[in-house]
């Protein structure tokens, strides 16, 4: 079993920033693979980010350039740096976590509002 615990979510203008934090109850180094999910009531989850074990990070187009992912194995933590905020990144931001056994897990979730 893995507990995901988010953080770092609020109220931003357009055009700030917000870091997001994913602390894992374990080690992260054997995860396969780290990422970021955000969902709105309106549309259907999406991948926001992804990193892999070995270090390779994929962002959705509509992030790139303005959101970074990036992990502190000694903190057990994943992160998501997100600069110049459009209020279409409103959304519950979700850590997930795969592991090489194929097993998945969730956090709880961080709500990300950005105001126009």
């Known amino acids: 079993q893995v507990q995901l615990v988010e953080s770092g979510g609020g109220l931003v203008q357009a055009g700030g920033s917000l870091r997001l934090s994913c602390v894992a109850s374990r080690s992260i180094f054997s995860f396969n693979v780290m990422g970021w999910y955000r969902q709105t009531p309106e549309k259907q989850r999406e991948l926001v980010a992804a990193?892999?074990?070995?270090?390779?990070?994929s962002y959705a187009d509509s992030v790139k350039g303005r959101f970074t992912i990036f992990r502190d194995y000694a903190k057990k933590t994943l992160y998501l740096q997100m600069n110049y905020l459009k209020p279409e990144d409103t959304a519950v931001y979700y850590c997930?976590?795969?592991?090489?056994?194929?097993?998945?897990?969730w956090g709880q979730g961080t709500q990300v509002t950005v105001s126009s």
């Open positions: 997930t976590a795969d592991l090489t056994s194929g097993e998945q897990y």
């Open positions: 990193m892999t074990s070995g270090g390779y990070r």
